[in-house]
Antibody, heavy 121, light 106 residues
Framework: QVQLQESGPGLVKPSGTLSLTCAVSGGSISSSNWWSWVRQPPGKGLEWIGEIYHSGSTNYNPSLKSRVTISVDKSKNQFSLKLSSVTAADTAVYYC??????????????WGQGTLVTVSS | SYELTQPPSVSVSPGQTASITCSGDKLGDKYACWYQQKPGQSPVLVIYQDSKRPSGIPERFSGSNSGNTATLTISGTQAMDEADYYCQAWDSSLYVFGTGTKVTVL
């Protein structure tokens, strides 16, 4: 079964760029799925950041679009997130997830274990 | 932008039925899904396409969606069901999550 694992720095300075990678195992990133990033500030709800298809096509949350770049590396079976100009408001647990689209429905399953990124000097 | 509203909390006695609502404009015209999140853990899909259960999810979890409201029902609630629950839908190329509901099993 597919498993996802996030990795990257746990601490980023304000105005810097947050960079995370999600490694996909047990399946191919070139399958008929999109791949998403979702974040959750401490004690708060979930926010979708964006998604990518293995072809490189992307969709982003309009609220973050100007700062977000999601890319895919098929040779390594992984995809990545970059979020620029970060502030303390970007402190959150960042999850990667596989998103399935079928008959106009969509859902995220499975999810990675999540990684906490703190924005602080 | 599209919004999904859930009650902040729901309390239920063991063995009883818990119902969690998710309200959004014409939500019944879209598909809804539900996630369970226990403290310190990643969300887990419990219902997709309004009412389907993924493999491994107990039959006590069921879902419905009509009008402006999607509902997650937990029948015969167990202590292990105590968690946060989030609904989610897709609108205009944007994935939207509900505000979340904390289910407490008293």
């Amino acid at each position: 079964q597919v498993q996802l694992q996030e990795s990257g720095p746990g601490l980023v300075k304000p105005s810097g760029t947050l960079s995370l990678t999600c490694a996909v195992s047990g399946g191919s990133i070139s399958s008929s799925n999109w791949w998403s990033w979702v974040r959750q500030p401490p004690g708060k709800g979930l926010e979708w950041i964006g998604e990518i298809y293995h072809s490189g096509s992307t969709n982003y949350n309009p609220s973050l679009k100007s700062r977000v770049t999601i890319s895919v590396d098929k040779s390594k079976n992984q995809f990545s997130l970059k979020l620029s100009s970060v502030t303390a408001a970007d402190t959150a647990v960042y999850y990667c997830a596989r998103d399935t689209v079928a008959a106009a429905a969509n859902w995220f399953d499975p999810w990675g274990q999540g990684t906490l990124v703190t924005v602080s000097s | 932008s599209y919004e999904l509203t859930q009650p902040p909390s729901v309390s239920v006695s063991p063995g009883q039925t818990a119902s969690i609502t998710c309200s959004g404009d014409k939500l019944g015209d879209k598909y809804a899904c539900w996630y369970q999140q226990k403290p310190g853990q990643s969300p887990v899909l419990v219902i997709y396409q309004d009412s389907k259960r993924p493999s491994g999810i107990p039959e006590r979890f069921s879902g419905s969606n009509s009008g402006n409201t999607a509902t997650l029902t937990i029948s015969g609630t167990q202590a292990m069901d105590e968690a946060d629950y989030y609904c989610q839908a897709w609108d205009s190329s944007l994935y939207v999550f509900g505000t979340g509901t904390k289910v407490t099993v008293l």
